[in-house]
């Protein structure tokens, strides 16, 4: 049987060969998990946390040093009702 792989960025993936660990970073402020690094801060009241950048590269840097092999960016919601996100944004 011939196993099915994929290559990014000169990282090949063989699917079937080993577990892959998957870092989940949802940066949404209506994240399904309550995580989302974009939500309000405690210490800023309303409106985005204005280091949620920051926080997100923190929390990938981490994720990678732990042994991720993929990183997931939930960074729009597909929650029912939830709104797309502008380019900008």
Known sequence: MHASQLTVKGKTFVWGSRTYIMGILNITPDSFSGDGLMKPSQSQGEGVNPDFVSLSLEYARRFVG????????????????????????
Do not use: F, H, K, N
């Open 66 to 89: 732990a042994g991720a092999d993929i990183l997931d960016v939930g960074g729009e919601s597909t929650r029912p009702g939830s709104l797309p996100i502008s380019e900008e944004e």
